[in-house]
């Protein structure tokens, strides 16, 4: 927990002083009493319980002084919040690596069912787009909160030569900004793989200015794919362009480090799963790498994403929890005190 040192300091030197007050008013209150010969005879007439009753209220007063007073000084505490996340894109790669069987019943169906799977976890809320990619890009859904299209999009994947990670990540911030001119239609890829992102797409508006990464609360994308970049936009040029608008890029990676040869009408291919740059781009956008073997633990960090996305632990401002138990405390000392002694404390 945090709070501003300069406030507590004065509430450390208010208490104390607080109490010396009301010990003085006790002694105050002594001297004004009729003195009895005997004071056995003071405490059968005024009798055990209320000597701890004389003291509560003015007791739970000073506590409900001390909480406003801290209040003042207006402390933090990390808390696990609900997300004020709206918007999330599903990039998911369709390449044709995505039909190998070492998670099964293969990688591309593993893919759609945990996806489907994480629909469903998700809050009716939050809109969800997808984002299929291999060679090229495509939205093949714009974000909706009707999951019936999305189970629909997912399930007519249809698989593809090539990998475009770059791609998939900046037709998902057109998704997420579709106002912002975000556009990499009739451009040439291998040009755009060659040079700047923020040069190729010449329809952006000149007058954006970056944020700070991971600052969008509001959207993020996460990308799923089995393979390395082959073509399209340069994936660390598209992951800065992501950084830059404080979108994260949760990356998964599914299928086997090592990787393997797949076959499919008389040609086969190596496919390798590309980690060392799925976790620079999760760094880069401030968000994190996961890794998925097999289908389970592919379900497994979908379920970890949705709780991720829907709940975020971050530093919170917690004054008015202090300010209404002192008003709680100090409410309940004046009661008590009414019902005792007929008078406020």
Same mark, same amino acid.
């Given at each position: 927990?945090? @709070?501003?040192?300069? =406030?507590?300091?004065w509430?450390?030197?208010?208490?104390?002083m /607080?109490i010396?007050?009301?010990? /003085?008013?006790l002694?105050?209150k002594?001297?004004? !009493? *009729?003195?009895?010969a005997s004071?056995?005879l003071?405490?059968?007439?005024i009798g055990?319980?209320?000597?701890w009753?004389?003291?509560?209220?003015p %007791?739970l @007063?000073?506590?409900?002084?001390g909480?406003m007073?801290?209040?003042?000084?207006r402390p933090?505490?990390?808390m696990t919040?609900?997300? !004020?996340q709206?918007?999330?894109i /599903?990039a998911? &790669?369709v390449s044709g690596s995505?039909?190998?069987?070492d *998670?099964?019943? $293969?990688r591309?169906?593993a893919?759609?069912n945990a996806?489907?799977?994480?629909?469903? +976890?998700?809050?009716?809320? *939050?809109?969800?787009?997808?984002? %299929?990619?291999?060679?090229?890009?495509?939205?093949?859904?714009?974000?909706?909160l009707a999951?019936e299209?999305l189970?629909?999009?997912?399930e007519r @994947? !249809?698989l593809q030569?090539?990998?475009a990670?770059?791609n998939?990540?900046?037709l998902?911030?057109?998704a997420?900004?579709p106002? %912002?001119?975000i556009?990499?239609?009739g451009a040439?890829?291998?040009?755009m793989?060659? #040079?700047s992102?923020?040069?190729?797409?010449?329809?952006?508006?000149? &007058?954006?200015?970056?944020v700070p990464p991971?600052s $969008?609360t509001?959207? %993020?994308?996460i990308?799923?794919?089995?393979?390395?970049p082959t073509?399209?936009v340069d994936?660390m040029?598209?992951? #800065?362009?992501a950084?830059?608008?404080?979108?994260?890029v949760?990356?998964?990676?599914?299928g086997t480090?090592?990787?393997?040869t797949?076959?499919f +009408?008389?040609?086969?291919? #190596?496919v390798?799963?590309?980690e060392e740059?799925?976790k620079?781009?999760?760094?880069?956008?401030?968000?994190?790498y996961f890794?998925a073997?097999?289908?389970d633990?592919?379900k497994?960090v979908?379920?970890?994403?949705?709780?991720?996305l829907v709940f975020e632990?971050k =530093?919170?401002?917690?004054?008015? /929890?202090?300010?209404l138990?002192?008003?709680?405390?100090?409410t309940?000392?004046a009661?008590?005190?009414?019902?005792?002694?007929?008078r406020?404390?």
């Open positions: 927990m945090k @709070f501003l040192w300069p =406030e507590m300091s509430l450390l030197l208010l208490l104390p /607080l010396g007050i009301y010990v /003085l008013m002694k105050r002594k001297k004004m !009493q *009729v003195k009895y004071l056995g003071v405490k059968q007439a055990a319980k209320q000597t009753k004389r003291h509560l209220p %007791a @007063f000073l506590l409900g002084i909480a007073l801290f209040a003042g000084t933090t505490a990390v919040l609900p997300s !004020q709206q918007t999330i /599903l998911i &790669d995505m039909r190998a069987t *998670v099964k019943p $293969n591309m169906v893919a759609q996806a489907k799977a994480f629909l469903k +976890e998700l809050p009716s809320n *939050v809109k969800v787009g997808i984002v %299929a990619f291999a060679g090229t890009a495509a939205v093949v859904q714009a974000p909706t999951r299209d189970i629909s999009a997912i @994947f !249809q030569r090539g990998t990670i770059g998939g990540i900046v998902s911030l057109a997420l900004f106002d %912002a001119g556009n990499l239609d040439d890829q291998k040009e793989r060659s #040079r992102i923020e040069k190729a797409g010449e329809a952006e508006k000149k &007058d954006f200015k970056p991971g $969008n509001s959207s %993020a994308v990308l799923l794919t089995d393979g390395q073509t399209g994936t040029d598209a992951a #800065r362009m950084a830059d608008r404080g979108v994260r949760y990356t998964v990676g599914v480090v090592a990787g393997e797949i076959g +009408e008389g040609w086969s291919m #190596r390798r799963l590309d740059t799925l620079k781009v999760s760094n880069m956008t401030h968000a994190s890794y073997g097999t289908a633990d592919l497994n979908y379920e970890s994403l949705s709780t991720k632990k =530093e919170t401002e917690i004054t008015a /929890l202090f300010a138990a002192g008003a709680v405390l100090a309940f000392a009661a008590l005190s009414m019902l005792w002694f007929n406020i404390v």
